[in-house]
Every structure is written in structure tokens, then in C-alpha cells.
């Protein structure tokens, strides 16, 4: 699970990145990753993506930090253009 898991996670970090905001990999000391999103402009406006498989089919799906399922992993620049959505401060 972990090699899947991390290579979504980069790819969506990426694609965060090149929407303007900051987004890295982030490790926890249980070894569990997820992308930690900043909007530079308002860096109160951030969020945790986790990455996850869908117990019901085998895809793997993007994950808002509150546990919603949020895009299928196997279009991370879909998933970054609804995150860059949310975490656009009023007016960008």
C-alpha cells in the first residue's frame, strides 16, 4: 500500500505546486503520509490530502483531511484544480 500511496501523493503535490500553491509529502512518526496544501497568498487557508484505496472497487482516491472521499488518484491534476478551488482566498 505505502509504494502506491506515496507515488499519488507526489504526483498530486506536484500538480499543487504548479497551481501556485505550496504542497509537500509529509511523513507522520506512525509512518502514515498525506500532502500538506498552503495557499501562499492567505496561509491560513491549507489542507491535508490523504491517499487511500476504495474498499468497494480497486482505485485508489484523493481524501479532504475530514475522511471525504474527494477525486480517484488516477487524475491528480483533477484533484488539484478542486483543491486550488477551495483554498483560493476572495478575490484570486
Not at 3 to 28: I, K, Q
Request: hydrophobic share 40%.
Amino acid at each position: 500500500m505505502g509504494g502506491d500511496n506515496a507515488g499519488h501523493l507526489e504526483r498530486l503535490a506536484a500538480e499543487l505546486c504548479s497551481h501556485g500553491l505550496l504542497a509537500r509529502v509529509v511523513r507522520t512518526q506512525s509512518g502514515r503520509l498525506f500532502v500538506r496544501v498552503i495557499n501562499p497568498a492567505a496561509t491560513s487557508l491549507s489542507e491535508n490530502v490523504t491517499c487511500r484505496p476504495n474498499a468497494d472497487v480497486p482505485d485508489w482516491w484523493y481524501c479532504w483531511s475530514w475522511g471525504e472521499r474527494m477525486h480517484t488518484a488516477d487524475d491528480p491534476a483533477g484533484a488539484a484544480t478542486k483543491v486550488a478551488r477551495v483554498l483560493a482566498a476572495v478575490g484570486e
